[in-house]
């Protein structure tokens, strides 16, 4: 094996909300093994599916969460003979990552406590709703009502000048509750990994998806911690106390683009003025009342800062997308077009650096294509080794190994 972690053995009994850190780990050389039971894991059953036809090893949702793991399929939850293969397993690992509810692996003799009284240098992680404890700890989840209860929700939508008023707050999509749960689950193994490296001393992570997405609310608490203010959502931008002008426009060929940071410094805004007036727009640009920084920010709620949103909104309307992107990056501003699937799929920049990896499964004709790399090691480079197992497609070869 290649990658950071290639000497490291997982053992994941884990759904939806563990996954993608044991993706996390997997994908940087770790031997992940996924202990399945009969039925297979729940996620399994998530769509999309291969040419729409439901299937154990048909989920593209499940293929790209599952990369370079092994599939083991143990009925352990029923068998006694099953459940001592288990737990021989992790007697051979070093980090046992789990997101059943508190108490559950205990309730069928799979006591994650114990055995690291018995296995001083095991590190286990478990990825719950609400934690290990207190008075919510066994309360259930979905990716959306934990977006809701940790605070991202809140400040996730559309400006109500764009929307009926009271219009209810959006859910992102793509498990980002999950996903950024499973993100601070990472951080803490590896931590815990650095603290056995010194001590040879295992532990228990315990990350809370709850907590991991109320530090993660941007401004929201801040602005209600500093000014007992509640912030306001807004379309394709930050919310905030109050509104500001606009940071996505529409363009000529029915695009959008987001633009970011108008006339926040003077050498850039003088780039922009001398664009938009050699194509006949923003020609009062040059007055001196535009010369305040401070006066052009979004925010401020000044005159002149209405004024660029009105003629931004002009200039926008005249060009097509690419135009601005492409203007707007030659000029140094952090500006970018709303993009579809298909053109992300298309960007020349990814495919030059090689970001998508292809992969075959059930049900293809051909092997498709999904991301891959989100970081380069320059010694332990990032590999695709296996795609994302059939369901008990390892069983005999990893039981082969303990046996």
């Not at 095991?122 to 404890?133: E, H, M, V, Y």
Request: aromatic share 10%; glycine share 10%; charged share 20%.
């Amino acid at each position: 094996m290649t990658g950071p972690l290639a000497d490291l053995r997982v053992i994941e009994i884990c759904d939806a909300p563990g996954q993608y850190a044991g993706k996390l780990l997997a994908d940087m050389g770790a031997d992940v093994i996924k202990v399945e039971t009969p039925a297979g894991s729940s996620a399994r059953a998530v769509g999309p599916f291969v040419k729409d036809i439901p299937g154990p090893n048909r989920s593209l949702n499940f293929w790209y969460y599952n990369t370079n793991k092994r599939s083991v399929v143990l009925d352990w939850e029923n068998n006694a003979e099953a459940k001592a293969t288990l737990l021989r397993l992790i007697d051979g690992a070093d980090l046992v990552l789990e997101d059943r509810a508190p108490g559950e692996l205990a309730s069928f003799g799979i006591d994650l406590a114990a055995l690291r009284t018995v296995q001083p240098d095991l590190l286990t992680c478990s990825i719950t709703p609400f934690g290990q404890d207190g008075p919510w700890a066994q309360y259930r989840t979905t990716d959306m009502v934990s977006l809701a209860a940790g605070g991202p929700m809140n400040m996730n939508g559309y400006s109500e000048a764009d929307v009926p008023p009271n219009t209810p707050p959006i859910h992102g999509k793509g498990d980002q509750g999950y996903n950024t749960a499973c993100h601070f689950a990472l951080h803490g193994i590896l931590a815990a990994l650095f603290h056995r490296d010194r001590t040879g001393q295992g532990q228990a992570v315990d990350c809370s998806i709850h907590e991991a997405l109320s530090s993660t609310t941007e401004v929201g608490l801040p602005y209600w911690l500093y000014h007992k203010v509640n912030v306001i959502r807004q379309t394709g931008r930050h919310a905030a106390g109050t509104v500001t002008e606009p940071w996505y426009f529409p363009t000529k060929d029915n695009k959008g683009v987001i633009l970011y940071g108008i006339g926040r410094d003077n050498s850039s805004w003088a780039k922009l003025v001398k664009w938009f007036q050699e194509e006949g727009f923003g020609a009062e640009f040059s007055d001196e009342r535009f010369a305040s920084v401070a006066a052009r920010q979004p925010g401020r709620g000044s005159p002149v800062a209405a004024e660029i949103s009105a003629e931004v909104t002009r200039f926008m309307a005249a060009h097509t997308a690419e135009e601005i992107y492409r203007g707007g990056q030659t000029r140094d501003q952090a500006w970018g077009v709303v993009r579809t699937p298909e053109e992300t799929l298309a960007d020349e920049h990814w495919h030059d650096r090689g970001f998508f990896v292809e992969v075959a499964g059930e049900g293809v004709d051909a092997p498709v294509m999904m991301p891959g790399a989100p970081y380069s090691f320059s010694a332990t480079p990032w590999e695709l080794r296996l795609p994302a197992p059939k369901l008990g497609e390892h069983t005999e070869e990893v039981l082969a190994e303990i046996w």
